[in-house]
């Protein structure tokens, strides 16, 4: 599949911002008036950037409102119903905070509940995508909802003014986190490297499986098209097995080792910033391979 | 709404015969030449005349080879919307442009509507649907849906673009819920199949597989090339004139 920077920015932007938006929304009481803004007002920044990247993938930006209709069917029109509902929660508990409103609790377990469902509803949008079998598994949700988790947990560690924040028990649950969501990651490769387009072959995409093996003779068109763009992306996938490592360094190695320096020397805050950075880089690239790498079924009519 | 209809009236769709299509492509150039002209916005091209020509076609011819040896065939492959029961384009469809009619069963895109996303052309396992280069709406397969019920057009000509100049009939169009139509009796009586069954989208259209080659005798004799001397046994005046030969 075309790995596209705008989805490939969407996912991994609105991801951590939702997943800071999670951890905010649950462990923000007893936050200052500075954490409540910094805490609540990145998370906002994050995800709506994100959302942003993802309309410069429209061909038809303007019409993107229509696409809040369909929440019936469309796990793209829940995502983008619940994501900026989710936002506006976060909104609405931060001034709660600010108020100091005895709703505040309330307002944030419902916030981080719109949260956790506005990531799954974006994993959705490629796990019910059956025509790309390495997408089409329950591994897909998870894997989303635990890097949005952990990139959200290194930049919570950031947020100064939330004492839950600040503790160094959290800052330890941010490290067994993200470890947890590279563990999920390499299992996800593991069943990639396996599944190529799953049960769909050749012989079963002709029908032609009776006659003997099948083999492209001839192609329908000299050129390319927009299928073999969209759908036939092939280019660097040789750089894959450098790219996973580049990614397992970066997102889950030297993160977790800038966090850990951070909690022995004490100033957790500091080195969480740049953990959290090394961590969005891993994440970036692995997402790169979540589409770079997919095959899709059309492939198999060329 | 991008809910599929639970049951549709009528289920119109094509049977295509692998074992007469020549692979000429006239289907593909009238399906593309009707519906730059037909329903909705031109069906674009980038670079025609260019050195990187693309565009957006509705029905294209593969090529493949099956089997091997001597009972290796070339199979001419047209491949089009399936117009499914089940279809994944339909339900991924954020804005409400893509719908399945159910009067037909005929899938459809509101161009008006199509915001140019591209998830209806990644959740098609069989690549019908293709991003119109200019107009940045997605394109498909309308079954010619502004043919078949045209009345300003003679009633010979209100089927599919690609049916009706087929010189060879290799494409049929019909109502597959009426089991006596045309269609619903070739798939039957050829087995007409699904592509990609496994992924569950339960296609209308049906390709019948071409029909085993009566060649076989030809084969054992020594393959498909000529006939070895006195392999063949000749028959009147060449008898006769092979025999006065051999008695010179």
């Known amino acids: 599949m075309h790995p596209a920077l705008s989805i490939i920015l969407f996912t991994t932007l609105s991801g951590a911002g939702l997943g800071l938006g999670l951890w905010f929304g649950v462990a923000s009481y007893g936050a200052n008036n500075a954490g409540t803004v910094i805490g609540a007002g990145t998370a906002i920044l994050l995800s709506s950037i994100g959302l942003v990247c993802s309309v410069f993938h429209l061909r038809r930006p303007l019409r993107a409102w229509r696409a809040l209709s369909q929440w019936r069917s469309s796990w793209l029109s829940r995502e983008g119903i619940l994501a900026p509902t989710a936002l506006f929660l976060l909104f609405v508990q931060a001034g709660a905070l600010w108020l100091e409103s005895p709703f505040a609790p309330w307002l944030g377990l419902t916030a981080a509940l719109l949260c956790l469902a506005a990531i799954l509803a974006t994993s959705m949008i490629y796990a019910q995508i059956r025509a790309v079998a390495a997408w089409c598994t329950p591994l897909t949700p998870f894997l989303f909802i635990a890097f949005a988790a952990a990139a959200g947990a290194f930049l919570a560690c950031a947020v100064p003014g939330v004492p839950v924040f600040g503790s160094k028990g959290f800052a330890v649950a941010a490290i067994a986190l993200n470890i947890a969501a590279w563990i999920l990651q390499y299992s996800w490769w593991r069943r990639l490297d396996r599944v190529g387009t799953g049960t769909s072959t050749p012989e079963t995409a002709t029908g032609l499986g009776q006659m003997g093996q099948v083999r492209l003779l001839e192609p329908p068109h000299t050129g390319t098209n927009y299928l073999l763009d969209e759908m036939g992306y092939v280019v660097a996938r040789r750089h894959a097995a450098k790219l996973r490592l580049i990614a397992l360094i970066l997102g889950c190695g030297f993160a977790i080792l800038l966090l850990a320096v951070g909690i022995a020397v004490g100033h957790v805050p500091a080195f969480a910033i740049f953990a959290a950075l090394l961590q969005l880089a891993g994440t970036g690239i692995a997402r790169w391979l979540f589409f770079a790498q997919a095959r899709h079924a059309v492939t198999l009519y060329y | ?248």
């Open chain 2, 1 to 248: 709404m991008t809910s599929l209809p639970s049951k549709t009236e009528r289920s119109l769709g094509l049977v295509i015969d692998l074992d007469i299509c020549v692979g000429c492509h006239a289907c593909v150039v009238n399906c593309k030449a009707w519906n730059t002209g037909g329903y909705g916005t031109p069906l674009a091209d980038s670079d025609p005349w260019g050195p990187n020509p693309s565009g957006a076609w509705l029905n294209r011819v593969h090529a493949f080879e099956v089997g091997e040896g001597k009972d290796a065939a070339v199979v001419h492959f047209p491949k089009s919307c399936l117009h499914c029961e089940d279809a994944p384009c339909v339900t991924v469809c954020p804005t409400g442009a893509s719908f399945k009619r159910s009067e037909d069963g005929i899938v459809l895109v509101d161009e008006s509507k199509c915001m140019g996303c591209g998830l209806c052309a990644w959740a098609c396992p069989y690549g019908a649907r293709e991003m119109d280069p200019s107009a940045g709406v997605m394109k498909k397969c309308t079954l010619c849906v502004d043919r078949i019920y045209n009345e300003n057009i003679p009633e010979e000509d209100r089927e599919p673009a690609c049916v009706r100049t087929c010189p060879a009939n290799a494409r049929h169009f019909g109502d597959f819920a009426d089991p006596e139509s045309e269609v619903s009796r070739l798939s039957r009586e050829r087995d007409g199949t699904d592509l990609m069954p496994e992924q569950e989208t339960r296609p209308t259209n049906k390709y019948l597989p071409p029909i085993g080659r009566n060649g076989a005798a030809v084969m054992e004799a020594g393959g498909c090339g000529a006939p070895e001397e006195g392999q063949v046994e000749l028959q009147g005046i060449l008898a006769w004139v092979d025999r006065t030969l051999e008695r010179i």
